[in-house]
C-alpha cells in the first residue's frame, strides 16, 4: 500500500535552533519527494522537489535529502526564525503514465517561539 | 505576474445542493490539480487536469468532478453536498504534469461549508 508518514506530528523549538521534520514512505514506483510549507490561512508552498538520483536540495534555510534506498527523506531547517512556524507536508509522487499519483503525509506542524 | 486565483474564497451550502468553484490558474500553466484539505485527513489529491484532459484521479467517488477550458482555467463540481463535504478546497498550478519534476503553485482555497 502507498503511504506517506511524517513525524514528529508535532514539534515546538526556540528561534534560532536547527530541527529535522522525517517523512517515510513506501510509494512505488517512485518518481519525485516533494516538500511544501504551508502557513496557516494558505495554500502550500514548494520548498524542495527531489527525483530518485537526487540526495541533497537546498533552498535558502531549507536543506531536504533524500536515501531513495530506503526510502526516506528529511527536511533540516536552520537557525530557525518565527516565520518557519508553519505546517511542513510531505508528497510523494508515483511515476506512471495516466495512473500517476499523488500521496501525502499529515504534516509537521512546526512551532517556532521567541 | 498573477498567481493562481480560486473563487469563491468562502462558500456556505446545505445538505444535497451542488457547488462549483473556480480556479484561473498562472498564465502559460497547462496543469491544474485539485485537492481536498480537512483537519483529520489532511491534504487529499482529487484530480489533476492538463491540456483539458483529466491525467490524474486520486479515490473519491463520484460526486466530485471536474474540467479544465481551453483557457486552462478549471472548474470543480461537487454534487449532492454531504457534511463530510466541508474543507478548504486548493487547486494547484504548473507547467506540465505533476508526476513529472514540475513546481506546483497553490491558490489560496476556497472554504466550503456544509451545514
Known amino acids: ?114 | 505576474k498573477a498567481g493562481v486565483t480560486q473563487t469563491p474564497r468562502y462558500l456556505i451550502k446545505t445538505r444535497g445542493q451542488q457547488v462549483t468553484l473556480s480556479c484561473s490558474p498562472i498564465s502559460g500553466h497547462r496543469s491544474v490539480s485539485w485537492y481536498q484539505q480537512t483537519p483529520g485527513q489532511g491534504l487529499q489529491f482529487l484530480f489533476e487536469y492538463f491540456s483539458e484532459t483529466q491525467r490524474n484521479k486520486g479515490n473519491f467517488p463520484g460526486r466530485f468532478s471536474g474540467r479544465q477550458f481551453s483557457n486552462s482555467r478549471s472548474e470543480m463540481n461537487v454534487s449532492t453536498l454531504e457534511l463530510g463535504d466541508s474543507a478548504l478546497y486548493l487547486c494547484a498550478s504548473s507547467p506540465g504534469q505533476v508526476e513529472v519534476k514540475n513546481i506546483q503553485y497553490f491558490g489560496a482555497g476556497t472554504r466550503l461549508s456544509v451545514l
Not at chain 1, 517523512?23 to 514548494?46: A, E, H, I, M
Not at chain 1, 530518485?52 to 526516506?72: C, I, P, V
Not at chain 1, 527536511?75 to 499523488?102: E, F, K, M, N, P
Request: proline share 4%.
Open chain 1, 1 to 114: 500500500k502507498n503511504q506517506v508518514e511524517q513525524s514528529p506530528q508535532s514539534l515546538i523549538i526556540l528561534e534560532g535552533k536547527n530541527c529535522t521534520l522525517q517523512c517515510n514512505y513506501t510509494v512505488s514506483p517512485f518518481s519525485n519527494l516533494r516538500w511544501y510549507k504551508q502557513d496557516t490561512g494558505r495554500g502550500p508552498v514548494s520548498l524542495t522537489i527531489m527525483t530518485f538520483s537526487e540526495n541533497t536540495k537546498s533552498n535558502g534555510r531549507y536543506t531536504a535529502t533524500l536515501d531513495a534506498d530506503t526510502k526516506q527523506s528529511s527536511l533540516h531547517i536552520t537557525a530557525s526564525q518565527l516565520s518557519d512556524s508553519a505546517s511542513y507536508i510531505c508528497v510523494v509522487s508515483a511515476r506512471g503514465s495516466t495512473l500517476g499519483r499523488l500521496y501525502f503525509g499529515r504534516g509537521t506542524q512546526l512551532t517556532v517561539w521567541p
